[in-house]
């Protein structure tokens, strides 16, 4: 009654198939990757346009919980390509407050973090928690999206994390203010290594394409990332 669907064409699929046969065949030769704030590496498999927005919009605000599992295997293959030099120990999320969360009936961005960490064989953790609302930060303008997530998260065992391997999963990424913000409160809790990973960058002039980018500034740990 209820079928797979391809997230890009809405295509019926096999149950195990992440996509039809035909839109594979338009996805970017390669995989992006780009700052945060705070200088944390962020990979993402495609733009933030056409059939990619749409597909994490139908995720985001219209009930596609279903969305996440084949999204989460090509988020699996960014953080592959541009995370490779990293070996993992936890896959976490941006999380939403508890209101917001209940009010949409689930955190998109978790959905694809338990997936991606099933998928990479890795454990999901929460690592922080967000105690404070704030504005949406796609309703707020330029420079207010970092006072907008400054001091809004915390975490909830430094203990768990503390030199550890952190994966922070989020849906898109646009100004990069909310994933370094969260980076920022990891790094506070003496992460090792922290890298993010996104469906989507909305900001195609902060791209870093293959060979653009350093390997020593790839590798850089939270301390020396936050120096940029």
């Known amino acids: 009654m209820f079928p797979s669907r391809c997230p890009y064409c809405d295509k019926v699929i096999d149950d195990s198939d992440y996509a039809c046969k035909i839109c594979p065949r338009n996805f970017p030769g390669f995989c992006y990757s780009r700052y945060t704030a705070g200088g944390f590496l962020c990979a993402a498999p495609f733009p933030y346009s056409g059939v990619y927005a749409k597909a ?11 969305y996440a599992r084949p999204l989460a295997a090509q988020l699996v293959r960014a953080v592959s390509e541009i995370h490779g ?4 120990d936890y896959v976490t999320c941006v999380p ?9 009936g689930y955190n998109q961005a978790e959905l694809l973090a338990r997936e991606c960490a099933a998928l990479m064989r890795l454990t999901y953790l929460d690592t922080l928690e967000k105690f404070k609302r ?17 001091g809004v998260y915390r975490l909830i065992d430094e203990d768990i994390i503390k030199d550890k391997n952190v994966l922070i999963i989020d849906d898109i990424i646009t100004t990069g203010n909310t994933l370094g913000e969260c980076a920022r409160i990891l790094s506070n809790g003496k992460c090792a290594e ?3 990973a996104v469906v989507c960058s909305a900001d195609r002039n902060k791209f870093i394409a293959p060979g653009q980018g350093s390997d020593s500034a790839c590798r850089k740990g939270p301390a020396q990332a936050q120096k940029q």
């Open 56 to 66: 994490v919009k139908a995720l985001k605000f219209h009930n596609r919980g279903d």
């Open 85 to 88: 030099d990293v070996r993992f």
């Open 96 to 104: 939403m407050h508890r209101k917001d969360k209940r009010n949409r």
């Open 134 to 150: 704030n504005q949406p930060q796609h309703k707020t303008g330029g420079r207010d999206r970092e006072k907008n997530v400054y």
């Open 194 to 196: 922290i890298r993010c």
